[in-house]
């Protein structure tokens, strides 16, 4: 089944996508989209975002892949569904070349839509942490567990920044929560987790997240990306789409 065919048209109709149910998940088949080659050519990338389920009940466990539009794999995904939450195991382009193409995040997006089309309440997954700022782009948040890790990264990452005034704040909040955090406390892991969300999105802000000085250097962590939160930045979202003339549309 071929669907979102933009050759078939003059401009992006963001009608909803054609689904099928299997074992009550909706699934697209294939997904027809394209990105720039880079930002001063007129050229663009086509590429078939495809859905491949295999797994039995209770675990739902499937592939989002990406093809290029002669239909050799270049980016493979692995999910699981359980409960009410989609677990992204794993997220690769297979090439180095394809690298920084479009081809995550047109993986990316796939997730995005089986996720809302199943009513999914959280897409999680474990960043690396040369991903981290990747994630953060697509509003991923934090949900480190151990408060000495959420600790580590805001020694080795943030507390360096000081006498920087465009991390002034942050750097000023890092060090409040160092200095009275309680280990076993739930909120004070969540605000840990929210100084280091709100540093990810200053570096970005500022467009350092790809200079080397700023790059994270305590490994990677835990992500979720909540329903609601794609809900409330459906805008944003809708510009990815569109972006990547993907027929779909946040209403």
Not at 44 to 49: A, G, T
Not at 62 to 90: A, C, H, P, Q
Request: hydrophobic share 35%.
């Amino acid at each position: 089944m071929i669907i979102n065919n933009y050759k078939n048209r003059n401009s992006i109709s963001f009608q909803k996508i054609p689904l099928i149910k299997i074992n009550k998940m909706n699934f697209f088949d294939e997904i027809h989209c394209k990105v720039k080659a880079d930002e001063f050519s007129d050229k663009y990338r086509e590429y078939r975002v495809m859905c491949d389920f295999y797994s039995p009940m209770p675990e739902r466990e499937f592939n989002i892949n990406v093809n290029d539009n002669n239909y050799i794999e270049i980016g493979k995904s692995n999910l699981i569904k359980y409960k009410d939450i989609l677990r992204n195991t794993d997220i690769r382009v297979l090439s180095e070349r394809k690298k920084h193409s479009g081809a995550g995040s047109a993986m990316r997006l796939g997730q995005i839509i089986t996720m809302l089309e199943n009513d999914i309440n959280k897409l999680e997954l474990n960043s690396l942490g040369q991903a981290v700022y990747f994630h953060t782009m697509f509003k991923f948040k934090p949900i480190i567990q151990d408060p000495d890790n959420i600790a580590g990264f805001i020694t080795y990452n943030i507390l360096c920044r000081k006498g920087d005034n465009r991390f002034e704040k942050i750097v000023n909040k890092a060090e409040n929560w160092l200095n009275r955090h309680e280990k076993n406390s739930k909120e004070s892991i969540n605000e840990g987790n929210e100084i280091i969300y709100e540093y990810c999105t200053n570096v970005i802000k500022h467009k350092l997240h790809k200079n080397n000085d700023y790059q994270i250097s305590t490994g990677g962590f835990d992500m979720v990306l909540k329903k609601d939160d794609v809900l409330k930045n459906k805008d944003f979202f809708n510009g990815l789409f569109k972006k990547f003339h993907i027929d779909y549309e946040i209403e």
